[in-house]
Nanobody
Framework: QVQLVESGGGSAQSGGSLRLSCAAS????????MGWYRQAPGNERVLVAQ???????KYADSVQGRFTISRDNARNTMALQMNSLTPEDTALYYC?????????????WGQGTQVTVSS
């Protein structure tokens, strides 16, 4: 069982920056993928950025070049540096741990942290 706790959300103005953190209760080595997802009101939860256990990253087109994902397996933390924020980035942000590629592999979610960007 992996418990994930997000922090660092809050309010920012358009063009500003925020840094989100996700702390795992146990070793993140079992998380072959760690990811940040977001869900805006009335919308589905979508992938923002993902990082593999080997450090390979993937970003949604909408955040490419503005957001940077990182993970520190020694500290069991993951971060999302968000720059050049726009109101379209407003959402509830979740971190996710994926423990395997098989469909039955356990996945874990945090409870989310709110990001609000004003124009």
């Amino acid at each position: 069982q992996v418990q994930l706790v997000e922090s660092g959300g809050g309010s920012a103005q358009s063009g500003g920056s925020l840094r989100l953190s996700c702390a795992a209760s146990v070793s993140m080595i079992s998380c072959i993928y760690m990811g940040w997802y977001r869900q805006a009101p009335g919308n589905e939860r979508v992938l923002v950025a993902q990082i593999s256990s080997r450090g390979r990253t993937k970003y949604a087109d909408s955040v490419q070049g503005r957001f940077t994902i990182s993970r520190d397996n020694a500290r069991n933390t993951m971060a999302l540096q968000m720059n050049s924020l726009t109101p379209e980035d407003t959402a509830l942000y979740y971190c996710k741990c994926t423990t395997g590629v098989a469909i039955e592999s356990p996945i874990y979610w945090g409870q989310g942290t709110q990001v609000t960007v004003s124009s």
